[in-house]
């Protein structure tokens, strides 16, 4: 018996663990070809003209972390499904899809505000004239395109929770490669359009978003998302529906721009070290987000198996599906530790030959790599949390461990005024590496009293839902 045990579970490993990368790859690839876009962005407006790249940086500095805020709400409709397909209590869902959509179009026009009230922040921040004009006429052009884009990412999110993962891919696949040519076309005025410059990008990002909207209105229509009822009526506003996505929404979307913001203020602290630094940082910085997409990819996966198997009240599945992503998870982290220890001089040679710049990026690679297990465990585990719908306790931990400790710590050891001598990039890096692990125990510590407590009382419920 116990043999037969020990046979069967590196099998049941294998079975998990094929569920989990069958939903959490194709989320790998939507990020990273969310990622093109951007960088198809940054080399077309830097080709076109110095000006026209720092006016579509300074719009989209603005404009993609209110995105993500906003966006971060309706990200509650993942687990709220998720726990409902494992229940199988679909029928009817469709009025939380349909909720969602409410919030998404309100906070459209929010954000729609937010971006177009942004000159006067500019021209406070001392921003060159021209470059201001560039960044709002290119908010100006992206606004047109964030209604569709907002109603978007809410469904891509409810097919996510539905378990259906790869068309939210193949679309930004297409998006990717439509915004190409359409870059091309706006950018430098051809095939009879007018040259816009920068600005360019923000009428291509706007096509891009209201085809991403058609594909996705193609998707709606297959059976798995018809059986939600989405489709079968007209809801007003329900104070009772938006509350429930907000109550989960708000933590997530605030969680998300915490960590967004943090790592702003810190970039604007390091500017103001020195220009080798901040270029250095810049280039840390873009090759961690890189090593963060798979398990943050694998988070957002988690949260649809465990919503799943908390829906279904199978408290043993629950349990494995967290086993086994913590366990990939560390294995892929031990992986890219070492690959980043072995080739960082190889890696950040990628994007300069500058001697002083390449020896300070080679060093902090060296950061990312020896936190590069607590990085990798805090966004799985904040996932498996969001499958059980705990999200403000998470929030808390991450506003304490990044805005009350990392920030001011990072602050102190920079300029040398804790008892060390002052320790400049190094010091805000690691303070950030501190705030990893800080965020990694808490979260960890949270996991195991909400399983314990979610799935403890699903048990001793025999067979009736716990209440989440």
């Given amino acids: ?23 959490g ?20 407006a830097g080709r076109y003209s110095t000006t026209d790249l720092a006016g579509v940086a300074l719009g989209g500095n603005l404009l993609w972390p209110v ?43 929010v954000t729609i505000i937010i971006v177009l009230m942004a000159e006067p922040l500019y021209i406070w921040m001392g921003v060159d004239r021209e470059v201001i004009r560039v960044a709002m006429d290119y908010l100006y052009a992206c606004a047109w395109g964030l209604p569709p884009l907002l109603v978007y ?13 790869k068309p939210p891919m193949v679309i930004a696949a297409c998006a990717l490669a439509l915004n190409i040519p359409l870059n ?20 291509a990002s706007a096509i891009v978003f209201w085809f991403e909207l058609m594909m996705m209105l193609y998707v709606v229509r297959l059976p798995f998302f018809k059986q939600t009822g989405f489709s079968e009526k007209f809801s007003l506003p329900d104070f009772k529906g938006i509350k429930e996505i907000f109550t989960i929404g708000l933590p997530i979307a605030t969680t998300a721009f915490v ?3 943090v790592y702003s203020i810190i970039s604007f602290l390091i500017a ?52 086994t992503t913590l366990s990939i998870t560390v294995i892929y982290a031990l992986v890219v530790t070492c690959l980043l220890i072995v080739s960082r001089h190889l890696l950040v040679s990628i994007y300069t030959k500058d001697p002083a ?32 719908k705990d999200t403000l306790v998470p929030m808390i931990i991450s506003l304490v461990s990044y805005w009350c400790i990392s920030l001011p710590l990072g602050y102190l050891l920079a300029e040398g005024r804790l008892f060390t001598p002052a320790l400049g990039i190094y010091g805000y890096w690691a303070a950030m590496s501190f705030g990893l692990l800080l965020t990694a125990i808490c979260v960890g510590i949270r996991l195991r009293m909400t399983s314990r407590r979610i799935l403890g009382g699903l048990s001793s419920n025999e067979g009736r839902p716990a209440k989440l």
């Fill in 357 to 388: 710049v390449l020896g300070i990026a080679a060093t902090l690679m060296l950061f990312i790599a020896f936190y590069q297990i607590v990085d990798a465990l805090q966004a799985t585990t904040i996932g498996a949390l969001r499958g059980f």
């Fill in 25 to 44: 790859l194709p989320m790998v690839a939507t990020q990273l070809f969310i990622m093109g876009m951007g960088f198809v962005d940054t080399v077309m």
């Fill in 1 to 23: 018996m116990k043999g037969r045990q020990m046979k069967s579970n590196p099998s049941r490993f294998v079975r998990e663990a094929k569920k989990i990368l069958e939903l």
């Fill in 153 to 165: 990412v809410t469904l891509r999110f409810t097919a996510e929770g539905l378990g259906h993962t």
């Fill in 184 to 203: 091309y076309t706006f950018i430098y005025g051809k095939f009879g359009m007018p040259e816009l410059g920068g600005v360019g990008c923000g009428v």
């Fill in 259 to 261: 960590e967004m913001m």
């Fill in 67 to 109: 995105f993500l805020f906003m966006s971060g709400i309706t990200m509650a409709l993942t687990p709220i499904l998720a726990q409902l397909r494992g229940a199988k209590r679909l029928e009817g869902s469709g009025e939380k899809v349909r909720q969602g959509l409410w919030i998404a179009i309100t906070a459209a026009v």
């Fill in 272 to 323: 103001g070290i020195g220009v080798h630094e901040f270029a250095a940082h810049s280039i840390a910085g873009n090759l961690n987000w890189l090593t963060y997409v798979i398990p943050m990819s694998l988070g957002s996966a988690v949260s649809i198996r465990v919503g799943f198997a908390v829906g279904a009240l199978d408290v043993e599945a629950a349990r494995h599906v967290i086993r």
